[in-house]
């Protein structure tokens, strides 16, 4: 009787705990996949910003040109 009732309570935590597995890979994705988006995001708002820096910079020294020679 103590095998078959300890049995069952095994196969459920067993079936809780593949629960609880897939539950955790599921955050861990869902966490990797946000750390990669965000990584993307960086990267594209840090090539935008230098590409502005030196489109000013470019700017700054055309206009500084122009002063000098008149």
Aim: proline share 0%; charged share 35%; no cysteine.
């Amino acid at each position: 009787m103590t095998s078959k009732l300890r049995e069952d309570a095994e196969s459920r935590f067993a079936a809780l705990l593949r629960k609880d597995t897939a539950a955790m890979n599921s955050v861990e994705e869902q966490q990797r996949a946000m750390r990669e988006k965000t990584e993307r995001l960086r990267s594209l708002r840090l090539a935008h910003q230098a590409e502005i820096t030196s489109s000013r910079t470019s700017l700054l020294k055309a206009k500084r040109r122009a002063q000098t020679t008149l």
